[in-house]
């Protein structure tokens, strides 16, 4: 594609060279470039891309886009220039002499992020606009109610693609590993323009507040926006400085979409209607009355999934009872994934479907059978307890797990956990208290520390468990953590074990170690087996 052709949508101050060029592919990560290819300097927490454009240009950049301000030392001649390419970051040589002297374009806008996404969108020919996108936002429940979501669509009938934390699938299909909960720009176009290519219908995005902080998502117009719920997290400096930035990140997927779908139940959410009274909005809720309703009364646990009514409001639903027929105020449902959350999730998919052409019943298949990798998702074993693993990593969403267990184990509650490094310790010792609150043994060890020490961050979360009084341990090894609970767990005991969910590595200065949770347990399981005999 032409270079003129990629930045006609974006913000330009200032351009220099031939635009009149092919781009063969772009990156804002310069060990990636190849010869003709489109570098973006991106200004990241840790490194400044524009200290690369010079290896950028050696590796064979045709064009570079970058930030406008302060931009004259990143374009210098270097003592020790390769060739005919003198740029580096002494001396000083400007923009036009760069350009003349490299042959290489430099494009300065009011945002690299930005602009990296709409080139993305143009390079891969806009596949956004080729599909009906549906964005879920929140700070806890995104990942099972995109898959309950993509479960019941399927089950009408519509070809469907995810994007989320877990990874990128149409339909059954992992097309990608994800790393995030949103992709880069570059990496979410390249996945539509396959599902676009592959004639999927629906395409599903997890949005993180990240994402919509670093412009993850631009050039993506979203026919349906779903809002969860808005607690505590992502508070730190490499991430959100205030829970008012949180919020209002968060609050930029609503914008960007035609439809709105809202949790009454959380005050937070609720309030988000006054903000997009142009929108149309489908509620759902149990505390109080809304579009979608179950009433609490309604809701059965039990180990093996939830049971619930569900009351839909009046004259809203008609593609969801099919045919023209009266309304049915309850029906009996079933979701396959025990807990008081699972309401919440199913009932956030079941709302968001109805704006496309389902059936109840549609919902209720979809709902029975459902499962999501590292979401309350019960490990088989012999011992007779239940070994359960969770991606829980919040205050809120610990206490949503913990208070599901605790209402259907029959033994004791173990809780084997830790929390990451390089991140909001502030909610360390809360989720302690939690866990010496709800559950009858804590077991703190090892999360994703990344740079932190990680008995400092265990140290962090025992001050809230030891508020509670209640026994518990700290074993830094993640392994020897596991173990240790699983040696003194009992038949008719649950180990709960949130944290990593479903990634299956640990991070520790930089480096991703490969740890599968499963895998672990696993052979734990079978060492006990074989000492036994």
């Not at 993640?478 to 299956?504: F, N, Q, S």
Request: some cysteine.
């Amino acid at each position: 594609m032409l270079l003129q052709q990629m930045i006609s949508l974006l913000e330009i101050r200032e351009s220099i060279g031939n635009l009149n060029i092919e781009i063969r592919g772009l990156s804002p990560d310069s060990r990636t470039i190849s010869r003709g290819w489109l570098f973006v300097a991106i200004q990241g927490e840790s490194q400044d891309g524009r200290a690369f454009i010079r290896e950028a240009v050696q590796r064979g950049a045709a064009a570079v886009v970058l930030d406008g301000d302060e931009v004259e030392g990143f374009f210098s001649v270097k003592a020790d220039s390769v060739g005919n390419q003198p740029c580096g970051q002494t001396g000083e040589k400007g923009l036009e002499e760069f350009a003349a002297s490299t042959g290489v374009a430099v494009i300065l806008v009011e945002n690299a992020r930005k602009a990296l996404a709409r080139l993305a969108c143009a390079f891969y020919n806009y596949p956004a606009d080729k599909l009906r996108l549906i964005g879920v936002t929140g700070t806890k429940g995104k990942t099972t109610t995109t898959f309950m979501l993509k479960a019941i669509l399927e089950q009408a009938g519509y070809k469907v693609g995810l994007v989320g934390s877990i990874a990128a699938y149409i339909g059954e299909r992992q097309i990608a590993e994800t790393d995030r909960t949103t992709p880069e720009s570059i990496e979410l176009q390249r996945l539509l323009a396959q599902m676009a290519e592959e004639k999927v219908e629906i395409a599903i995005i997890e949005v993180s507040s990240q994402a919509m902080k670093m412009h993850r998502t631009e050039g993506c117009q979203f026919e349906v926006a779903v809002f969860t719920n808005f607690s505590k997290d992502h508070i730190s400096p490499k991430e959100h400085a205030t829970m008012e930035e949180y919020f209002a990140c968060k609050c930029k997927l609503l914008e960007n979409a035609q439809k709105l779908v809202l949790n009454l139940d959380d005050e937070r959410v609720a309030k988000v209607r006054e903000l997009f009274t142009e929108k149309q909005v489908l509620t759902y809720a149990t505390e109080q009355g809304a579009d979608f309703f179950v009433p609490r009364e309604s809701v059965r646990l039990s180990p093996k999934g939830t049971c619930f009514d569900l009351q839909l409001g009046s004259g809203t639903f008609e593609a969801l009872q099919g045919n023209g027929r009266p309304e049915v105020k309850f029906q009996d449902m079933f979701v396959s994934i025990p807990g008081m959350f699972s309401v919440y999730n199913a009932l956030a998919a079941m709302t968001a479907a109805s704006y496309f052409t389902v059936s109840l019943e549609n919902c209720r298949t979809a709902l029975s059978h459902i499962t999501v990798l590292g979401r309350s998702e019960l490990v088989p074993n012999d011992r007779g307890i239940a070994i359960m693993i969770d991606y829980a990593h919040t205050p809120a969403s610990l206490e949503c797990i913990l208070l599901a267990a605790r209402q259907y184990v029959q033994g004791r509650l173990i809780c084997a956990w830790g929390v990451g490094g390089d991140r909001d310790k502030e909610k360390r010792p809360i989720m302690g208290e939690i866990s010496g609150r709800l559950a009858d043994f804590t077991v703190l060890m090892s999360d994703q520390v990344r740079t932190e020490d990680p008995l400092s961050i265990l140290k962090d979360i025992e001050v809230g468990v030891q508020k509670t009084g209640k026994p518990y341990t700290i074993i830094v090894d993640r392994t020897e953590g596991i173990r240790y609970a699983l040696a003194m767990a009992k038949p008719g005991d649950m180990v709960l074990i949130p944290g990593l969910g479903h990634d299956t590595y640990l991070e520790r200065n930089g480096v991703k170690y490969p740890y599968d949770e499963r895998k672990v347990i696993a052979g734990i399981l079978q060492e006990d087996y074989i000492k036994s005999q």
